[in-house]
């Protein structure tokens, strides 16, 4: 199926192409897109020089890309922006609804959620990016619309005046009905496409589940009362028989009097009980549930079954030695299925090539790779991981090293000890390289000092890791970052130049794009892959970081916006090509 292929980030120049959902490896539509978003209805949208367009999942272009800003296919039509005004295409690429609104998201074949135009700045999910907000995301969920909006019909005609600022689509077979808010500070009603109310504007709060039921607050948020509603507008559960009513997949959760359970879409309880536990367990329509102490499955028709975990093998080592699930908890059991440590454990992995950490009740040990305990009874309060055949222990509040025997090589006396490790600098992390650790070594914390000590008890201080100070940093992405004389510039794989160093920052690419600081201009120019200036869609800034981040900014460093974007972003170049070691600062948004 086409949309099964999934967009991937890995070409040249921070391209887009893509891979197959079971191998992201194998690239079926090569990298050559500076976006590339899902597939919906078999076409994608993706980026190529700056505007947006349609490919199919053969890589074939299907309506080309006209476009500043698109959307996906929802009902065979997907919403567009042409200069500052979005409108409504359909699978050919022609206007159903030319684009004059501010807003256009299509809900049904012939009604849009529509916006008269009000300001040239769109809102989108992304505004550099140019990806608009659709009703559903890519897994078919509802997904909140928070807009003044009304119902538009594709032929012109508004079916419900803009006084709707949030609206929630639900669906079941063919009906569509869509959970509005009339008015700021107004309660939620339903509507149909004709922009008849189904239910009038009652509810405080509304979520929405996958077969168009809705669980509704016919009371207030401080002394809720909850219910659920049917897409035809009838009751399946009415308001007050639960003190708390989820959506869940396709059904809805419900708690009462510190119990869970489930109800279909017609009301009844899935397996006609409540349960001390409901938990999801896969995406089959089976959760785990416990009753009375008894962990079982229920199904979606509600039948009981064995807790599937118990039995399965979470890892097997090549000796025979298996970590097998029984439920909540593990066994640690030999090839033939006796049992090597008389308790379960809560572990999650179990190393083969050496001693795996292991907690019973509140203390810890070892599990060797025979399948027997380092102590037993567990005796540490602490310990780290096995580190060039040592591990960090602690008894009695204070640290010490044992190897792998259990033996101490440093009897417990330090305040705390740990593995001796080096943080990864920025140029690790672009380059995608293994830090090479120092060797025996161990970090500790005593009487207010801080030094190393080997396996044998001998201390020192501790290492510094050496700067590389490269003026070459070869990216991911298939260029090279340039340092000469203090200025930065972007060179091909091939040494090529394709930004010459000559400037005091600048941005690698990302998406097609890379970025330099014109001091002349005080502005950030976008560049393209042919190193001449994008003129299309990416406007030149003031001020730019090159690290994208949703709760955090680049803290200021000089008071014009320029300036400070230019100092942020040589620190961050001169710790990426290890000519500093500390990253820069950042602040909060």
Known sequence: ???????????????????????????????????????????????????????????????????????????????VVVGDGAGVIDRSGSFIIKPTLGRAMPWTEDVVL??????????????????????????????????RFGLLSTGGDWLFPQVLSRGLAV?????????????PG?????????????????FSEVRVTRNGMAVVNAGTRAE???????????WVVEPGQYSLILPSRDCVRVFKDKQKGLIDENGKLIGNRLFDRLDVYDTEGIYLVTADGNTQALT??????????????????????RLVSNGDKRRILTATGAATVPYEVDIWQMHCDRPTTIKIGDKWTFLFTSGRLMHEPPRFEKLSSFKDGYACVSECGVWGLID??????????????????????????????????????????????????????????LPQRPLRKLDRVPLPNG????????SWGIADEDGSIIIPPVYRAVDTFRDGVAWIAMDDRKLWMPIGPDGKQRSCLTAPRTAHCPVRSFDTEPKTLHEDPYESSVLWARWWLEALAEHRADAPPFGSP
């Open 1 to 79: 199926m086409s949309s099964a292929l999934r967009p991937i980030n890995n070409g040249k120049f921070g391209l887009w192409g893509y891979c197959s959902p079971e191998d992201p490896v194998e690239m079926v539509i090569p990298a050559r897109y500076e976006r590339a978003e899902v597939f919906s209805e078999g076409l994608a949208a993706v980026r190529l020089n700056g505007l947006w367009g349609y490919t199919d999942d053969q890589g074939q272009i299907q309506i080309p890309a006209t476009f500043e800003k698109a959307g996906p296919f929802h009902n065979g039509l997907a919403e």
């Open 114 to 147: 529509g916006q008269e135009k009000q300001s040239s700045i769109l809102p989108s999910r992304n505004k550099d990016l140019g990806v608009l907000n659709a009703i559903y995301d890519v897994s078919g969920d509802s997904r909140s619309v928070e807009l």
């Open 171 to 183: 669906s079941l077979d063919k009906i569509q009905r869509l959970w509005v808010v009339e008015g």
């Open 186 to 202: 107004g309660k939620f009603g339903m509507i149909a496409p004709n922009g008849t109310w189904v239910v009038q504007p009652l």
């Open 224 to 234: 809720p009362q909850y219910g659920v509603m049917s897409i035809r507008g009838t």
């Open 300 to 321: 979606r028709s509600g039948e009981l079954i064995a807790d599937p975990r118990v039995g399965q093998v979470i890892k097997e080592c090549p000796n025979g030695l």
């Open 404 to 461: 792998e025997t259990g033996r101490y090589v440093i009897e417990p006396h330090y305040e705390y000890l740990s593995p001796m490790v080096f943080d990864q600098t920025l140029a690790d992390l672009a380059l995608r390289c293994v830090v090479e650790q120092p060797k025996g070594l161990f970090k500790v914390h005593h009487h207010g000092q801080t030094f190393a000590v080997d396996c044998n008890g001998v201390e020192s201080e």
């Open 479 to 486: 260029t090279c970052l340039m340092h000469e004389h203090g």
